[in-house]
Nanobody, 119 residues
Framework: QVQLEESGGGSVQAGGSLRLSCAAS????????MAWYRQAPGKQRELVAS???????RYEDSVKGRFTISRANARNVVYLDMSGLKPEDTAVYYC?????????????WGQGTLVTVSS
């Protein structure tokens, strides 16, 4: 069973920066699409950024130019560098790993890390 553990959340003022890390218990970073999702209070979980096994990047429009997803395959870690944080970025951020499988896909989730941005 794959375990994903997020870290790096915290409280910052608007305009500040944070780096989130997602550590995987097994060597899956390079073979899965790794993604960061977030869920704000009262809202649905949304995709923030993803990086495919081939290195293709995808960002939600509101974070483009401010957030950067990257991975360190040898360390089994995925990062989300966040700068220019805004109060609307406040949410629980979740790490996700997904790969194709017979009949659909297999995915794993971390427990989430809270990011709070104050104005």
């Amino acid at each position: 069973q794959v375990q994903l553990e997020e870290s790096g959340g915290g409280s910052v003022q608007a305009g500040g920066s944070l780096r989130l890390s997602c550590a995987a218990s097994r060597s899956i970073i390079s073979s899965n699409t790794m993604a960061w999702y977030r869920q704000a209070p009262g809202k649905q979980r949304e995709l923030v950024a993803s990086i495919s096994s081939g290195g293709n990047l995808r960002y939600e429009d509101s974070v483009k130019g401010r957030f950067t997803i990257s991975r360190a395959n040898a360390r089994n870690v995925v990062y989300l560098d966040m700068s220019g944080l805004k109060p609307e970025d406040t949410a629980v951020y979740y790490c996700n790993a997904r790969r194709p499988a017979v009949g659909g896909y297999v995915e794993h989730w971390g427990q989430g890390t809270l990011v709070t941005v104050s104005s």
